[in-house]
Each structure stands twice: as C-alpha cells, then as structure tokens.
C-alpha cells in the first residue's frame, strides 16, 4: 500500500522540514506546490503556461490550475508508492479535488503541526536569508552571519518584520480552519505538537502517521 501523506501547519511550524526529512526517510517525493508550480512554468506544460499567464497579470493561480498542476505531478512514476504533499491543498475545493485525485491510490494520512502563535512569530522573526544564494539560515543566526552553502552574509527576510508575520498568521488561520476542520472527522487525521525540539517532532510525526496508517487499513476506514 502507498504511503501517501499530507502535511499542515502554519508558516514557522517546521513543515516543509519535517516534510522533507521524512520523505528522505520513506524513499517517496517531497512535493511542494510552490516547486512544482515552478518547475511546470519552467518547463512550459500546457498547465504551466496557463500558470505563468496568471502569475504574469500578477493574479493568484486558481484552484483549477493548482488541481491540474498536483494531478499531473502525482501520476508521475516516483510518486506510485506515495509521497508527502506540502502546501496543497489550501481550500476546500482543493481537497475535495484531491480526494477525487486519491480515489483510486488508496487512504490520504493528514497531520497538522500545532505551534501557538507567539512561538511562531518568534520563529519567522528570527529567519535569515542568504543575500548570495538565497539559502535559508538556521533560526537564530546572527544577521552577517556566513552562510553556509556559499559563505555569503545572513540577513533577514524581508518578509519577516512583525507585522508582516503576524498578517500571515491572521490569514493563514482563516484560510486554514476550514480545511482542518474538512480532514479533522477523518480516522487518518492526526495533530501533533511543533514547539518541540525537531527531533522529538520527527519521532511524534513518525508515530502519528503508524497510527493512523493501521487505522486506514482496517475494513470500512476512510481515508
């Protein structure tokens, strides 16, 4: 059976790095929509020039897009025996769309990662960025700090003043809750805590997703 698993969480929750550890981990794709978003642009599919169009009237890409762009990429071979999807989907229509796409690939595991908001903003308020490379430094770094892919000087992201932080907060919560509540009634949904040390959320990650991966395959689970 495939290990197909959807990550949430808020921006600062550690997602995309718990999403790609574990990926590594299980041998199965990382797909993040923002690089496949790119990689589609890049590569001039038919979905990705109707994305480029959009993003060239400086609109956002629409469900309809997103749908097709995540379909493609998961009827790609490396992706047969599961993967771990991050940042997608971001609406309802999105997941039902998804729930569509999944219905022949067996059960979706959903975990959110729960941080409260003020270790967020100190999170993202203590970002750095490369002004070489653009690698991501570690929370913490010192701004100068030297980078350590290329040597070039840490600096902070310039979306990651406070107000900024907190904006994204306010509407990643509105946009969000819905979902959550969408996948919460499912056996396959877990929540875990990120205000952990990474390691302790990884062991948390990998125990939520046994869980609810031994749930999926009784008779009559939905996933």
Known sequence: MSLNLLMLGPPGAGKGTQA??????????KIS????LREAVHTGTEIGLRAKAVMDRGELVGDDVMIGIVRERLERAD???????????????????????????????VVDIVVPEAELVRR????MICDECGTGGQIGSAVG?????CGGSLVQ??????AV???????YHRQSEPLVEYYRVRPTFRSIDGAQ?????AADLAAAIEAAGSVAVRPGAKG
């Open 20 to 29: 790609e550890r574990f990926a590594r981990v299980k041998g199965i794709p």
């Open 33 to 36: 929509t923002g690089d496949i």
């Open 79 to 109: 992706a047969v025996g599961g993967f771990v999807l991050d940042g997608f989907p971001r609406t309802v229509a999105q997941a039902a769309a998804l729930d569509g796409i999944m219905s022949s690939r067996g059960p979706l595991i």
């Open 124 to 127: 993202l308020g203590g970002r």
């Open 145 to 149: 700090a030297a980078c350590a892919n």
């Open 157 to 162: 992201r310039t979306d990651d003043n406070q």
């Open 165 to 171: 932080v907190l904006e994204r907060l306010k509407v």
């Open 197 to 201: 040390a990474p390691d302790r959320v």
